[in-house]
């Protein structure tokens, strides 16, 4: 990281919850689903930070200045028998794009598993989104055409239920 005077990727502090919110509506906002963030300041710190986290952060700064995220949380696969990470987030502001900050999160979530010994980092991307499709593909990420995504969610979630 040394492209950057200042430049720093860290796992988040309470502190951050904040500005991880408006990184989180900006994103939202990029992918064309704003409305449909219900996501508080205090659901966000009880997921990263509660007795029982069920995701977690890093976080990308320029001086001090948090510019950018990676919101995961573990995964695991039976074929593997080991744990892996789920990316379910990456968002760099863009005036800070191309300074490096996407692939340091991605490399730093990637140095986690390769640490721990775990076997994936996995993601996924909206199929419109050309240009990370292209920063993905350019670091070597594979698509996997093969599977697609199936979710359960409101009233369907309900109706499945009764």
Known sequence: MSDTVGKVIR???RADVPVLLELIGELAEYERAL???EIDDAMLERALFGSE???YARVATVDDLVVG???YYRSFSTWTGRPGIYLE???VRPAHR???MGTALLASLARLALDEGWRRLEWSVLDWNEPA???YMSIGAVATDEWTRYRLDGSALEDFVR
């Open 11 to 13: 796992p988040a502090t």
């Open 35 to 37: 409305d449909e963030v």
């Open 53 to 55: 986290p069920s995701a």
């Open 69 to 71: 995220m990676a919101l």
């Open 89 to 91: 987030d990456l968002y």
């Open 98 to 100: 191309g300074l490096g």
């Open 133 to 135: 499709i292209s920063f």
